[in-house]
């Protein structure tokens, strides 16, 4: 788990981006697709998978995700509420 979390979640293998500011929390890159091709879908469910399987046995995950994708994957994507959350992500908005 260790090994496969530290490859996923690198910036540099271009699935996720780091926010800016102090807490480095991470979310889908859009241009993911750029450097993975028509295999980024594919990548993005198998961690689902991965993660998902993690939840459920209780095992602690090492990614700290950014507020406002955790809110949108919670079903809160109403954007007069994601507003507030884009300063998770950049901090000058």
Same mark, same amino acid.
């Given at each position: 788990? !260790? =090994? $496969?979390?530290? +490859?996923a979640? =690198? #910036?540099?293998?271009a699935? *996720?981006r780091?926010?800016?500011g #102090?807490?480095?929390? %991470?979310?889908p890159? #859009?241009?993911?697709?750029a450097a /993975?091709g !028509? =295999?980024?879908?594919? $990548?993005?469910?198998f961690?689902?998978r991965? %993660?998902?399987?993690a $939840?459920?046995?209780?095992?602690?995950?090492?990614?700290?995700?950014? /507020?406002?994708? %955790?809110s949108?994957?919670r079903? &809160?994507y109403? *954007?007069? /509420? +994601?507003? #507030? &959350? $884009? !300063?998770? +992500? &950049?901090?000058? %908005?």
């Open positions: 788990w !260790s =090994d $496969l979390s530290n +490859m979640f =690198d #910036p540099n293998y699935l *996720f780091v926010t800016e #102090p807490t480095n929390c %991470l979310y890159n #859009p241009s993911s697709r /993975h !028509s =295999d980024s879908s594919i $990548l993005f469910q961690l689902g991965i %993660l998902g399987k $939840l459920y046995e209780g095992i602690t995950i090492q990614p700290e995700f950014a /507020h406002f994708f %955790l949108f994957l079903g &809160d109403n *954007f007069l /509420h +994601m507003l #507030p &959350d $884009l !300063s998770t +992500m &950049d901090p000058t %908005l």
